[in-house]
């Protein structure tokens, strides 16, 4: 009788232990609202987490903010179309991916200023940095493929086939990156030393695969599906662990791994947050209202808040989300 009593017991610490853990991580709220001046287009945002920068996307130009003083820094101009920027300290360069004229903008990190402009496949739009091989990779999306650049020397290695429609991309720090094809419902697996595609996983029952986020240690992707869930895929094995809920149109996702809590942004004006119980189970912890089509976001590691762009009565504007 005292063994039936203390197995639930033995077992009920961790859950308990997992609940609490899961509710203390709630509590988001947008907090402040940064207008910025300009019209057009927004994509991508991009925290360097070292430098103190916030990079967003603004139809032909990249505004560049302060993140702890939230003030605006400066911007880099003439990036046509602009979806996203992909950061390289080791080379103190910036990578902005243009979609009208199919090219990648190197800039100085200190001064913002361009230094070079490389051509890419057709419409590039997700872009990246490979700290292990020391190659950006722009993602082009009128041309299914994607360009590999070195980081140091600013020239295109090569192009690589990807066979449907790349969305967004992440990679592991140890030579793969791994990239949505949202019209196929894959995520590809690339190596990025010998670029060629290893392997394309089917990611049932979650379709359009449009946002992608990665836990690095624990070898977990974190794919957020227009099908309203967000898969939970084995980075070796490429199998589906498990999906759950999220908002409509998710756009961007993003993984916290000191809080283990993963982030959906969605075009409805919400973002959904799930915790990291452990690597194979997680559970939801809030869905926070943010603003109509504020669908992108990024989040800053060092604070734990989170930044997304929208358009909110004509005023294009950045969202900061915290607690």
Same mark, same amino acid.
């Given at each position: 009788?005292?063994?039936?009593?203390?197995?639930?017991?033995?077992?009920?610490?961790?859950?308990?232990?997992?609940?609490?853990?899961?509710?203390?991580?709630?509590?988001?709220?947008?907090?402040?609202?940064?207008?910025?001046?300009?019209?057009?287009?927004?994509?991508?945002?991009?925290?360097?987490?070292?430098?103190?920068?916030?990079?967003?996307?603004?139809?032909?130009?990249?505004?560049?903010?302060?993140?702890?003083?939230?003030?605006?820094?400066?911007?880099?101009?003439?990036?046509?179309?602009?979806?996203?920027?992909?950061?390289?300290?080791?080379?103190?360069?910036?990578?902005?991916?243009?979609?009208?004229?199919?090219?990648?903008?190197?800039?100085?990190?200190?001064?913002?200023?361009?230094?070079?402009?490389?051509?890419?496949?057709?419409?590039?739009?997700?872009?990246?940095? @490979?700290?292990?091989?020391?190659?950006?990779?722009?993602?082009? %999306?009128?041309?299914?493929? +994607? &360009? =590999?650049? /070195?980081?140091? $020397?600013?020239?295109?290695?090569?192009?690589?086939?990807?066979?449907?429609?790349?969305?967004?991309?992440?990679?592991?720090?140890?030579?793969?990156?791994?990239?949505?094809?949202?019209?196929?419902?894959?995520?590809?697996?690339?190596?990025?030393?010998?670029?060629?595609?290893?392997?394309?996983?089917?990611?049932?029952?979650?379709?359009?695969?449009?946002?992608?986020?990665?836990?690095?240690?624990?070898?977990?992707?974190?794919?957020?599906?227009?099908?309203?869930?967000?898969?939970?895929?084995?980075? @070796?094995?490429?199998?589906?662990?498990?999906?759950?809920?999220? %908002?409509?149109?998710?756009? +961007? &996702? =993003?993984? /916290?791994?000191? $809080?283990?809590?993963?982030?959906?942004?969605?075009?409805?004006?919400?973002?959904?947050?799930?915790?990291?119980?452990?690597?194979?189970?997680?559970?939801?912890?809030?869905?926070?209202?943010?603003?109509?089509?504020?669908?992108?976001?990024?989040?800053?590691?060092?604070?734990?808040?989170?930044?997304?762009?929208?358009?909110?009565?004509?005023?294009?504007?950045?969202?900061?989300?915290?607690?």
């Amino acid at each position: 009788m005292r063994r039936c009593l203390l197995r639930p017991a033995i077992f009920l610490i961790p859950i308990c232990a997992m609940l609490a853990a899961a509710a203390n991580a709630g509590g988001y709220s947008v907090t402040k609202k940064i207008p910025i001046p300009g019209q057009g287009s927004w994509d991508y945002l991009t925290v360097d987490e070292d430098a103190r920068r916030l990079y967003v996307s603004h139809g032909t130009q990249v505004e560049v903010l302060d993140i702890d003083s939230l003030n605006v820094a400066g911007n880099i101009p003439k990036t046509l179309g602009v979806h996203g920027v992909a950061i390289a300290p080791k080379f103190g360069r910036g990578f902005v991916s243009n979609g009208q004229t199919s090219s990648v903008t190197i800039f100085d990190l200190k001064s913002l200023k361009p230094i070079a402009d490389v051509p890419t496949g057709q419409k590039p739009d997700a872009i990246i940095y @490979d700290p292990a091989t020391s190659r950006v990779f722009a993602f082009n %999306g009128g041309s299914n493929s +994607a &360009t =590999a650049i /070195d980081a140091a $020397t600013g020239k295109a290695v090569s192009t690589v086939d990807l066979g449907g429609g790349p969305e967004f991309a992440a990679a592991d720090g140890k030579g793969f990156v791994f990239d949505n094809l949202e019209d196929e419902n894959l995520v590809l697996k690339i190596n990025a030393r010998e670029l060629k595609v290893e392997q394309r996983w089917p990611i049932a029952p979650c379709s359009s695969p449009s946002s992608m986020a990665m836990d690095r240690s624990n070898r977990r992707l974190f794919i957020g599906c227009r099908s309203k869930v967000m898969a939970v895929l084995d980075a @070796d094995t490429g199998k589906v662990i498990t999906t759950l809920p999220i %908002g409509d149109h998710v756009d +961007a &996702t =993003a993984f /916290d791994p000191e $809080t283990k809590l993963v982030f959906n942004s969605n075009g409805e004006g919400t973002i959904t947050v799930i915790h990291q119980d452990s690597p194979d189970m997680y559970s939801i912890v809030e869905t926070v209202k943010t603003a109509p089509r504020a669908k992108t976001m990024a989040l800053d590691p060092k604070t734990h808040r989170l930044f997304l762009s929208t358009t909110e009565n004509g005023q294009f504007e950045v969202l900061v989300v915290g607690k």
